[in-house]
Structure formats: C-alpha cells, structure tokens
C-alpha cells in the first residue's frame, strides 16, 4: 500500500530530552512537510523540504530540527530548546509542480512531555 | 496569515447534502481554492481543489462564483462519517518560489442521524 508512516503514533518527552519522530513515505513524492497542530487550532508548518538533502524552515521552526538523506524519509527531531513541545505532529508528502499543493498526510504522532 | 473565512461549526442531517461555504475576497487570479478534511486525530485528506470552474469528483463538488472571492463545498449526500473539519484553503506566497498552504481552524461539520 503507498502511504506516508509515522511513527510511533504516541511518544512521551521527559525535560531535557530530545525526541526523534520518524516519517516515511514510498509515494515518490518529492516535497516532504513536517506540521504542528495543537487542541482546537489549525496546522502550522514547522519544516518543509522540496528536495533531498535541502530544507527550509517554516513558520514555527525555533526548537526543531529535520533531516532529509533520503527522497523517502524526512525525520523530526523536537529538541530539548522547544519548551512546549505537546501537541500533535503530522507529516505530509506531494509531488512538486503543478500539483504539489495536493498534500498527502500520516495519521499523526502525539507527543506529550512527562 | 489565513487567507480564508469559514463558520466555525454547522450541521447537517444524515442523506441531505451539505453546502460549506468560504469566502477567499482576496485570492489572486492564478490561485487555486483547496479543500481538505480531518477526522478526529486523523491527518488532514484532500478533497477538491479548482481555479474558476466547477469541479465534481467521487467525495464532492466546488462550486467557485464567478468572481471566485467565494465558494461552497458540497457533500451530496452527507453521511456520519463525513463528521469532521474542513478546511478551505488558498496557497500563501513563502519566498524564494516557495508556497504553503494555511490550515486555519475550519469549519466543525457535524452529521446527525
């Protein structure tokens, strides 16, 4: 089946720590975002990457950092510097071009700090 | 920077369709209106996306106006699990030749039976 996996679907942040949240995708999409959404709001993008091995920082990036080695893979690392990391983090993929606002999503991982 | 107006919640009755609304006065001429969807602690889905005219497709129908500062998404024949929020979006200039799409709160679409 093609789709986008996140994982883990739950993750728990203890004070200090960084935690890495893991998106992969076998749509052979290019582009590759990373968003935050928190109770009752929209998406804010956090991360975005058009092209393997080159990102750029979205709206909210202060605190995260990506990773993009792989066209398949696009890794969120939420960093000890981000001190209200709750919220729930959603991955997304599409194709560049015409159609590259045509987004495909995971189903999320909640992170939520101990 | 939304670049959207949506209500905030409406309802719908099970088999009756759904008309969501969203105005978008400001949209340039060459920018396209996107729907999507989300289902409780789901990721957002993308339904329909058009420029000016109308589009159908297997989940719902855009219907832009003629000045596209509007449209309305329709689900035919809303069913309960059509229950979620949907977003109606216009992309959002980033720089460099980049562009974003701006998820703002939605509108809460309930289905009752």
């Known amino acids: 089946d093609g789709g986008i996996t996140q994982s883990p679907k739950y993750l728990f942040r203890k004070e200090g720590q960084n935690v890495t949240l893991s998106c992969e995708q076998n749509?052979?999409?290019?582009?590759m975002y990373w968003y935050r959404q928190d109770p009752g709001q929209g998406l804010r993008l956090i991360y975005y990457s058009q092209i393997v091995n080159d990102f750029q920082k979205g709206d909210i990036a202060e605190g995260y950092s990506v990773s993009r080695e792989k066209k398949e893979s696009f890794p969120l690392t939420v960093t000890s510097a981000q001190k209200n990391p709750t919220a729930f983090y959603l991955c997304?993929?599409?194709?560049?071009?015409?159609?590259?606002?045509?987004?495909?999503f995971g189903a999320g991982t909640r992170l939520s700090v101990l | 920077d939304a670049k959207t107006t949506q209500p905030t919640s409406m309802d719908c009755a099970e088999g009756r369709a759904a008309n969501l609304p969203c105005n978008h006065s400001t949209i340039s001429g060459n920018e396209y209106v996107y729907w999507y969807r989300q289902i409780h602690s789901q990721g957002p889905q993308y339904i329909i996306h058009?420029?000016?005219n109308n589009e159908t497709n297997e989940m719902a129908s855009l219907i832009i106006t003629e000045d596209r500062k509007s449209s309305t998404l329709i689900l035919p024949h809303a069913t309960l699990r059509d229950t979620a929020v949907y977003y109606c979006?216009?992309?959002?200039?980033?720089?460099?030749?980049?562009?974003?799409?701006?998820f703002g709160k939605g509108t809460k679409l309930t289905v009752n039976p």
């Open positions: 749509l052979n999409h290019d582009a």
């Open positions: 997304a993929s599409s194709v560049t071009g015409v159609a590259k606002n045509i987004q495909y």
């Open positions: 058009g420029l000016k």
């Open positions: 979006i216009v992309r959002v200039a980033m720089g460099g030749g980049s562009e974003k799409l701006v």
